[in-house]
């Protein structure tokens, strides 16, 4: 069993509790003397982008406060870059020392398949993706479907139209279980509700994330279609729908990060809720666990019951729904309501 770190100040207020996956890890004799060198390759938008890679790094800036010894290189995905460049750049981390070397999204996991079985003795971590495997690997998965079943509740439950609306970046696999949890929770709640959907571009193209006035237009005709709850998993991209929705004088749903907190605050007060995924405590507790020598390979999904998905509270928007909201996430942990965890 792994044990996540209390110390998280700030951006983690509890201790939970998963299960590791399979496989064991790389031994180590002795204890750590010399810093640990992190490397970090986020995905397309980086520190700063309010949203999924901010989320990360806030699990890699408390491993700083409460770690000792840590020293980090972060690098960031550039936008319309190929597989070959990601690879690049997870090899040039280990080459230069870094162990372990987190990757920071699904796009990483072609290139990270290719890169750590030449340095077996670095360890690699990748967020969002179980296609890497292997001695020195371990995968950090979230249940995004369950955490999107309840902002998809919250989002019928507050829904004056009966028309809400998604927005997804890429069309990838990972944004489409998003969808796929959102849909499944406005249906649970009330089947009447129409559900409008775009996305920004086809799943090969990555640069979407990254496009926050193409978000602005595509969440502007929903809302001018009807819709009055947008939710967006669209990264960066994520505050264009923020500015549509305070144009339009409807909601927005966050994602990832508590958004109400993070986006401008010009915005704020237009984002009802936001799916939270709990990344800072993904990273932080498998730094902690590198640290101290007890780090595991294979797959770790972070779900309700461990806490590792939920919505934010900020700005009491959806107090009067909580007990309901409530209700359904103890439906789902006990399995009296199904949602798969992925």
Not at 75 to 101: D, F, I, M, T, W
Not at 112 to 136: C, E, W, Y
Not at 280 to 304: I, N, Q
Request: aromatic share 8%; hydrophobic share 45%; net charge positive.
């Amino acid at each position: 069993m792994r044990a996540f770190r209390a110390a998280m100040a700030g951006a983690v207020a509890a201790v939970v509790t998963a299960a590791a996956g399979c496989g064991g890890g790389l031994e180590t004799a002795s204890p750590r003397t010399a810093p640990l060198r992190v490397g970090f390759a986020y995905d397309i938008g980086g520190r700063g982008d309010r949203s999924y890679n901010d989320m990360a790094a806030a699990g890699l800036d408390e491993a700083k406060r409460n770690l000792g010894n840590v020293r980090t290189r972060e690098e960031e995905g550039v936008p319309g870059e190929s597989a070959a460049a990601k690879e690049r750049r997870l090899r040039a981390l280990a080459q230069a020392g870094y162990n372990p070397v987190i990757a920071v999204g699904d796009s990483y996991g072609q290139p990270l398949a290719h890169v750590a079985p030449k340095f077996p003795a670095v360890r690699f971590a990748i967020v969002d993706s179980a296609t890497p495997s292997g001695p020195n690997v371990a995968n950090l998965m979230f249940a995004e479907k369950q955490g999107a079943f309840l902002v998809g509740a919250a989002a019928a439950l507050k829904s004056r139209t009966g028309e809400v609306g998604f927005v997804g970046g890429p069309r990838t696999p990972l944004v489409k279980r998003f969808e796929a949890g959102f849909v499944a929770g406005v249906r649970h709640v009330n089947p009447r509700v129409k559900i409008r959907i775009a996305y920004l571009s086809g799943k090969e193209d990555l640069r979407s994330f990254d496009r926050p006035e193409a978000a602005e237009e595509a969440a502007g005709k929903m809302y001018a279609d009807g819709a009055d709850v947008v939710f967006q998993v669209a990264g960066a991209s994520g505050a264009g729908v923020f500015r549509a929705a305070r144009k339009a004088g409807a909601w927005a749903i966050g994602c990832d990060f508590d958004q109400a907190v993070s986006a401008d605050p010009a915005v704020r007060g237009v984002i009802l809720t936001s799916m939270l995924r709990r990344i800072d405590v993904a990273v932080y507790d498998y730094l902690a666990d590198v640290a101290d020598r007890t780090a595991t390979s294979g797959r770790t999904v972070y779900d309700l019951k461990l806490g590792g998905v939920d919505y934010a509270l900020t700005g009491g928007h959806i107090t009067d729904i909580q007990p309901r909201l409530e209700q359904l996430k103890q439906e789902i942990v006990h399995g009296r309501v199904k949602v798969s965890p992925g």
